[in-house]
């Protein structure tokens, strides 16, 4: 771009391994460097999000994080070098379902009664069970996925149950009480035990669905996708924004809604979890060091403005090609700066330039020379008012001579 400038000071931005932050990460790389004139910024690529905030307010990187979950109620206090502020995406974790799967079967109360739906005042019922929509067990072979049970995302010495005190993987599945009977269960779908922290085995449990829960780790995707291709139904551990959604058009299965007092029944052991509602929506939030507020005024002003619905997030995904999850066709990078060419939102009201220490690189030389003209001008002209004033005023007075001479000799 035409507007890129020079600055010494190289900004640092998180960037971790879901779709959403990596394009919005994306996105405010591109602002810093095509409209602002960051030349070379830092990126800290991680898998978890440990560590980010120290990093936000080290000095050695000042790292900015677009898009928080989980974040401490009490962060600022712990740490008065950080600003926080909403990003303006509510975000979401549930079980989702198919949209074309019936409500009768994706709703907790007709799947944990098992009973086919009958409608008031009429003798005809639906001719299959609500469970019948959902994945027997054995659908996701995970020995063909992973090989060995001891490559299995759970397993009996796995560390990622290693919050479990009580509850142990079982062939890669976590079995809730209800399911010991010897009665039919169907198969439920989480990536791993600590991606939801237990939440949805309690709940699992508490709400009695006759579900193994099976975990896919990294397969998660593909078995969704397989699924998908065949037409067939299931339910699934996942969180919005993500473009998933779009790729299989899905909507979350319906639940108790979150409220506080099933919020304090959580425990990582989902046995003793009294969990029995979804999860809570999260107002997503935005990280930056409070320093880069005077130090960096033109970055912290468009950290701060920063601003992505969830309808924003999503168009941006959409973008995306399938690597990142996506429908589109796209890199990251490409969808990102499409997303910038072609959104409705007024990105440009983000940009205020206070800092007048850039100069753009293309024309640095013609403007290091236009601005010691428009310095040196003003003084040249000054001298040369000077100097045509002296010489007037000495015209003057040797005129006032030769005018007197004449008049002595004229006497």
Not at 132 to 149: D, I
Not at 268 to 295: F, G, H, R, W, Y
Not at 364 to 377: D, K
């Amino acid at each position: 771009g035409n507007m890129i400038g020079s600055r010494s000071f190289v900004p640092s931005i998180e960037m971790h391994d879901w779709s959403s932050h990596v394009i919005q990460s994306t996105a405010l790389r591109i602002l810093l460097q095509e409209m602002l004139g960051y030349s070379s910024i830092h990126l800290f690529f991680e898998k978890v999000v440990a560590g980010q905030l120290s990093r936000a307010s080290n000095e050695d990187c000042f790292a900015i994080d677009i898009e928080r979950w989980d974040m401490p109620s009490n962060v600022t206090g712990l740490n008065k070098d950080l600003i926080i502020q909403p990003l303006g995406t509510v975000g979401r974790e549930a079980l989702y379902v198919p949209d074309t799967m019936s409500y009768t079967a994706s709703n907790y109360r007709t799947v944990k009664e098992g009973n086919s739906f009958q409608c008031p005042g009429s003798n005809e019922t639906e001719t299959s069970s609500p469970y019948e929509s959902y994945p027997l067990l054995g659908t996701a072979n995970l020995t063909a996925l992973f090989g060995s049970p001891a490559d299995f995302p759970c397993n009996e010495d796995s560390p990622e149950a290693n919050a479990w005190t009580v509850s142990k993987c079982t062939n890669g599945s976590w079995i809730p009480p209800q399911c010991h009977d010897g009665k039919p269960c169907r198969e439920l779908y989480l990536p791993f035990p600590r991606w939801s922290q237990s939440w949805y085995e309690g709940m699992v449990k508490n709400l009695e669905l006759r579900f193994h829960v099976v975990y896919l780790g990294n397969k998660m995707q593909d078995v969704v996708r397989q699924l998908h291709s065949e037409g067939r139904d299931s339910m699934y551990y996942w969180w919005e924004p993500h473009p998933m959604h779009l790729t299989f058009p899905a909507r979350r299965f319906t639940v108790p809604d979150f409220n506080e007092a099933c919020k304090l029944g959580w425990t990582s052991e989902p046995l003793d979890s009294q969990v029995n509602c979804d999860q809570e929506p999260q107002a997503l939030q935005k990280i930056i060091s409070a320093k880069l507020k005077t130090q960096e005024p033109d970055l912290f002003y468009l950290w701060s403005a920063f601003q992505i619905s969830y309808k924003d997030q999503m168009e941006m995904m959409k973008l995306e090609g399938p690597v990142m999850g996506g429908p589109g066709n796209l890199t990251v990078e490409q969808a990102a700066c499409q997303w910038l060419r072609t959104t409705s939102v007024d990105w440009s009201a983000w940009l205020k330039i206070h800092d007048q220490r850039v100069i753009p690189n293309d024309e640095e030389g013609i403007s290091q020379l236009m601005l010691a003209f428009y310095i040196l001008f003003p003084i040249l002209f000054v001298l040369l008012l000077l100097t045509l004033f002296a010489m007037w005023r000495r015209t003057l007075k040797l005129q006032n001579v030769i005018e007197k001479a004449a008049d002595i000799n004229g006497r």
